[in-house]
C-alpha cells in the first residue's frame, strides 16, 4: 500500500484547511485510516482516524470540534478537514493505514504510512 498525503501549506490562524491522503496498490485490504500529527519536538501523536468500511470516524479529544475526517471510497482517499487553525496546530501531518481490524490510535497500529504533509500556522 502507497500512501500519498497533500494539501499542507502555510496559513495564517483562524483558517481552514483540507488534507488529502491517496491510497494505492492494496487498497482493499485498508481497515483504518488513521491521521497523525508531529510538531517539531514531540512524538508523532494520533489526531482521528476513520474505519473504511462504514465511515465511523474517531478523533484525539485535543482536536474534537475542529477536525473533520471524511473518506471517498471510489477515489481511495480520505480527507483531514481542520477548522479554526491554530499555531499550536503547525506540525507535518502523516495519514497511515491499517489493515488489522479494530481502530488504532498509536503508531505501533499501523504497517503503512504516506511521507506527511506540513502545516504551518502563522499567528
Known amino acids: 500500500v502507497q500512501l500519498q498525503a497533500s494539501g499542507g501549506g502555510l496559513v495564517q490562524a483562524g483558517d481552514s484547511l483540507r488534507l488529502s491522503c491517496t491510497a494505492s496498490g492494496r487498497t482493499f485490504s485498508n481497515n483504518y485510516m488513521g491521521w497523525f500529527r508531529q510538531a517539531p519536538g514531540k512524538e508523532r501523536e494520533f489526531v482521528g482516524g476513520i474505519t473504511w468500511s462504514n465511515g465511523f470516524t474517531t478523533y484525539a479529544d485535543s482536536v474534537k470540534g475542529r477536525f473533520t475526517i471524511a473518506r471517498d471510497t471510489a477515489k481511495n482517499t480520505v480527507y483531514l478537514q481542520i477548522d479554526t487553525l491554530k499555531p499550536e496546530d503547525t506540525a507535518v501531518y502523516y495519514c497511515?493505514?491499517?489493515?488489522?481490524?479494530?481502530?488504532?490510535?498509536?503508531?505501533?497500529?499501523?504497517?503503512?504510512w504516506g511521507q506527511g504533509t506540513l502545516v504551518t500556522v502563522s499567528s
Open positions: 497511515a493505514a491499517r489493515h488489522l481490524l479494530g481502530r488504532g490510535t498509536t503508531v505501533k497500529d499501523y504497517s503503512y
